[in-house]
């Protein structure tokens, strides 16, 4: 079976796999990173949303074989280490603005929302312009417990804490 | 309004135990209800657990955390948190040492652990402070022996005496335990005294959620529970009549095994990326399904021809209309799924689920093994929204199991959740109402449905209490139905029926049941008698609402929403009220319905009238956790909001086309309101009512009444957008979509 070797939350990981299996099931089946959740495996719903050298993408749309191994991949339990933080003890200061908003209900969604918000407000500071509707109408990530007021709320005071 | 100490004394238990336990003990306590006082769903089902209630134990650690293992399914409605603070409250304890844990099924509990109805903190309200009230008391008398006085207060955990000197809970857990079980009476705190009940608490579980160390089924690291798929017919329920190639399946990469079963054909493989790739290799010939040819059309006329007549019309003025509600999808975000190891001589299962008894059983049957040699663990769900009461995935799981002999984690697919999974039943509802001059002389609703399937642990309680309960020899859909529908309006003489049809369908109770549906036809028709009797919609209401606590919700968000200013040709606001479980609630909705607005694009989405902005007013009688009941009330809207514009599946050929999240249009955040404001009224009650699903009601019959003013026609047909099927359907055989490859392209 051919390996393929890439980077997840900022260690060298090696696995032994089929070419065309998806991130998702890698990271999730083999490497036990659970935080990315399965809601389609089809890009639509972006529970699985993470981070690809800081770009948001879909694991589940992609083969493992398009990773090469300097690609680093972010899931929601890397991403306080994305801002010089402990991933065991502190947050980033979305999560900290979704703990602030107590965006969660059965929060299943909620890493890819808050992986999404992450590069949502990413793309908003290198454009050097303030959040507007239209952003937040744009973020695709389904909530099925209807969280979205919530979450922009959090969105807003997540940019503003952002560094 | 006071509380009487008569009204706070309750008795409870000691239990032997190494540690301190105690637990409710309402069965022989005062509370012993007269089944006279029945009058609504939530009596019936907190009458049915209270002769078990007792068996409810709060446990005080020697770590100085407190234990308490809920026998109900947290969802995502927040009742861990909720639970908590009843438990901190009443036994002066930080929330952050209370730990809350899923009991896995408990057959002793009998009625006792049935997540619905929104009954959760209106059952397990006493009980569970009664347990935590008797545990403060035992540790204050440990407390007196160890520290030589009885002046002690009870504060973050710590005993102190006038001097200061303070000893933990912890470490009196062993001392205040008893070697025998004791019967003793306990005094709850008075309401005026609360400091955790009644104030906003943020959730006991959201670090979790937002670090990803939530562990829901699919996320636990079961030994050897391998992911598995099943291959599922193109019609409803169909079943397999053969396979071509389960040599050449087998054989694929990463698949362990090949099986059919009951409702297809599974596949256990490595990943889940090589079981969808397997599930759609295999080539199956299927047998017809239960709602062969079907549409909606189709439907639509059985549901004409078992329609209940509405009498003869009254010779006064009336209003009459019909309104159709098309099926809709409850699936939650987290598909079916759960893990199962079925040995020859027992059986271990992990899934969410809102009736575990009833699936133990289930599952027991299934098996052939005896139930007391299957366990089953309540896991954290993804969601419900009705779902989880049934147990599908967990009943294939076990299946599946036995018949390999080896643990498999199973998961449906996005599109087997929205095909295949459950529904709620495409309904019809006819109302008449007459009037004269000022008054309304009465009003008349026929509901009629596609069987909604109650067999989760529900029907099991209306069966027990049948006998006792006012409804006479209805069956379980009309009695639930009469039940959980009330009229709230002085309307003159009035009835409402349910009459159903066609058990073909996988159907369910979605989120709040037949409320949504109920009140959105009838908001829509008092909007009519009010413009026929030259009325504004919010007086005529007020005018017309039967009590204070009603006339309060609504006179607050027409308050707060600026009922009746000025809005541009195309927008409006909708007023709307609806009552249960023991609460009321109202919303004041602004839509706008321009083409500008409607037409605005959104790929692969649909945008059409927006919800811009929604005013909720609550009353639960007591809020025990006012921000998780703001949290409820935010996703009933989204619901709502749904339900009124675009989200149902579309029934053709005996099947629904729906296969996606970007087919079923639940709400987006481009259809949310940019403005929402939800008011929790002051406590009106002692005891807390029902509130997760709750806010459904009436936000989808304001949506439905602000567009029917923006645009000057009533909708009598919902969602608005079901005549326009705005996607490609997905084929059916395969029955799942390849996994797409442009992950680094388009995010």
């Known amino acids: 079976m051919p390996e393929h070797t890439f980077r997840v939350n900022g260690e060298q990981v090696t696995v032994d796999v089929a070419d065309d299996v998806r991130l998702l099931w890698v990271l999730r089946d083999l490497l036990g990173i659970t935080g990315p959740k399965y809601g389609c495996g089809i890009n639509v719903c972006k529970a699985c949303t993470s981070h690809l050298n800081g770009e948001a993408v879909n694991p589940c749309a992609i083969p493992v074989s398009d990773l090469r191994p300097t690609d680093e991949v972010t899931t929601i339990e890397g991403l306080p280490a994305t801002v010089g933080r402990d991933v065991d003890t502190d947050l980033h200061p979305m999560q900290q603005a979704w703990l602030n908003h107590d965006v969660a209900q059965c929060g299943y969604c909620q890493p890819g929302q808050i992986m999404a918000a992450v590069a949502l407000v990413h793309r908003i500071v290198a454009e050097g312009r303030e959040i507007t509707d239209a952003d937040l109408d744009g973020l695709r990530n389904i909530c099925r417990c209807g969280t979205y007021f919530r979450i922009r709320e959090a969105i807003k005071a997540g940019m503003a804490q952002s560094p | ?518 009140t959105c036809a009838r908001e829509l028709v008092v909007d009519r008698l009010a413009a026929r009797m030259g009325r504004d919609p919010y007086q005529f209401r007020h005018d017309h609402l039967r009590d204070d606590r009603s006339r309060a919700v609504l006179a607050k968000v027409a308050e707060i929403g600026e009922w009746g200013r000025v809005m541009p040709a195309g927008t409006a606001q909708g007023i709307a009220f609806h009552a249960e479980y023991k609460a009321v609630s109202a919303a004041l909705v602004e839509i706008d319905c321009r083409p500008e607005t409607v037409n605005r694009p959104i790929r692969d989405g649909v945008t059409g009238p927006r919800v811009t902005k929604v005013v909720f007013a609550v009353d639960v009688g007591l809020a025990v956790n006012p921000r998780g009941l703001e949290a409820q009330m935010m996703g009933c809207i989204s619901d709502g909001i749904a339900l009124a514009l675009t989200s149902s599946l579309h029934l053709r050929d005996g099947y629904f086309l729906e296969a996606s999240w970007d087919n079923y249009f639940y709400t987006r955040q481009w259809n949310t309101p940019l403005e929402l404001e939800i008011i929790v009224m002051p406590s009106t009650s002692e005891t807390p009512g029902g509130a997760g699903e709750l806010g459904v009601a009436a936000s989808m019959a304001a949506v439905a009444c602000a567009y029917g003013r923006a645009t000057g026609t009533m909708p009598t047909s919902f969602p608005i957008n079901h005549g326009t099927l705005s996607f490609t359907p997905k084929p059916t055989v395969p029955p799942i979509p390849a996994s797409p490859t442009d992950g680094l392209r388009h995010a």
């Open chain 2, 1 to 518: 309004m006071s509380e009487s100490l008569g009204r706070r004394r309750f008795l409870g238990y000691v239990l032997a135990a190494p540690t301190l336990v105690t637990a409710a003990g309402l069965g022989s306590a005062r509370a012993e209800a007269d089944i006279t006082d029945v009058v609504d769903l939530n009596d019936m089902l907190t009458l049915a657990a209270l002769p078990t209630a007792g068996l409810i134990s709060v446990e005080v650690n020697q770590d100085g955390t407190v234990s308490f293992a809920l026998p109900r399914a947290e969802v995502g409605q927040g009742i861990t948190t909720s639970t908590a603070m009843l438990i901190a409250e009443e036994l002066s304890v930080p929330l952050e040492r209370v730990r809350v844990t899923l009991a896995d099924a408990r057959p002793e509990l009998v009625f006792n652990q049935l997540t619905g109805a929104s009954n959760t903190t209106f059952a397990t309200y006493t009980p569970i402070r009664v347990a935590a009230a008797l545990a403060q008391r035992r540790l204050l008398t440990a407390a007196a022996t160890e520290l030589g006085s009885t002046d002690l207060t009870l504060t973050a955990g710590v005993i102190t005496d006038r001097s200061g000197r303070g000893v933990d809970i912890g470490a009196l857990a062993g001392k205040a335990a008893s070697t025998e079980t004791q019967r003793v009476p306990v005094e709850l705190t008075s309401r005026e005294s609360f400091t955790v009940i009644g104030r906003p608490h943020n959730r006991i579980d959201a670090l979790d959620a937002v670090t990803g160390r939530k562990k829901f089924a699919m996320d636990l690291d079961i030994p050897g529970a391998l992911p598995t798929m099943v291959c599922r017919p193109p019609t409803i329920n169909g079943t397999v009549g053969s396979v071509a190639n389960l040599a050449e399946v087998r054989a694929l990469p990463g698949v362990t095994d090949v099986v059919v079963i009951a409702t297809g054909v599974a596949v256990r493989a490595v990943t889940f990326g090589q079981c969808v790739d397997a599930v759609r290799a295999l080539r199956v010939t299927w047998k017809p399904g239960t709602a062969e040819g079907k549409s909606d059309e189709t439907v639509l006329r059985e549901l004409e021809r078992a329609e209940l007549p509405l009498g003869l019309p009254a010779p006064t003025p009336t209003v009459e209309a019909r309104f159709t509600f098309y099926f809709r999808g409850n699936s939650a975000l987290e598909p079916n799924c759960a893990v199962a190891d079925v040995r020859a001589d027992r059986a271990e299962i992990w899934s969410s689920l809102k009736s575990p008894i009833v699936a133990r059983q289930t599952i027991a049957a299934r098996l052939g093994l005896p139930p007391s040699r299957v366990t089953v663990h309540v896991v954290e769900g993804g969601g419900s929204f009705g779902r989880k009461l049934f147990f599908d995935a967990a009943l294939e799981a076990a299946e599946v199991s036995q018949k390999i002999g080896k643990p498999v984690k199973l998961m449906w697919h996005r599109a087997d959740d929205c095909r295949q999974g459950r529904t709620h039943p495409m309904a019809t509802s006819r109302v008449r109402a007459s009037y004269l001059g000022g008054a309304v002389l009465s009003y008349h609703q026929r509901h009629t449905s596609v069987a909604t399937d109650l067999g989760h642990g529900l029907g099991e309680v209306i069966t027990a209490l049948a006998a006792q309960l006012p409804v006479g020899d209805l069956g379980f859909s009309e009695t639930f139905f009469q039940l959980s529908q009330t009229m709230s309006y002085n309307f003159g003489i009035t009835s409402r029926l349910l009459n159903e049809t066609d058990k073909g369908f996988n159907t369910g109770s979605m989120r709040n049941v037949y409320s949504p549906d109920v």
